[in-house]
Structures are given as C-alpha cells and as structure tokens.
C-alpha cells in the first residue's frame, strides 16, 4: 500500500493519506517540498517521518481514509 502525504504549506498542515482515499488526486502535475504538494511513499513508517520533517506546525491523519 502506497501512502501519499499533503504538504500545504499555505495553512501550515501537513495531512497523512492512504492510496485509495478519495482526497488523493488522479495526477500529480508538480509537487515542490519548499512550497507543498502531494508526495508518496512506499510505507507508513517513510510517510511518518517525512510529516515530521515537512516542518509544518500541524500534522494529521485524514479523516476519510483513517490511515
């Protein structure tokens, strides 16, 4: 299972994905670390770290998907 996370470094969150959720978009055009996006990963544990450095003051877990 892939897990995608969501850097929106507009509103300083960072949210944890499942590959299935609906949230997920179809394609990612273009994902910068410094500005946010979408980016995945192949475990949850790779995607946990990379929340914790995604140097956001909030960090969640997606309500839909429950990952």
Known sequence: ???WIH???AIDRV???R????????????SDFWEGGWFDYPDKERA??????A???DERKC???KP
């Open 1 to 3: 299972m892939v897990y």
């Open 63 to 65: 309500a839909l998907c």
């Open 19 to 30: 590959d299935r959720c609906s949230e997920v978009p179809s394609s990612v055009s273009s």
């Open 7 to 9: 850097i929106a470094r």
């Open 55 to 57: 140097g956001t003051s």
């Open 15 to 17: 949210t944890l994905h």
């Open 48 to 53: 946990l770290a990379a929340m914790e450095l």
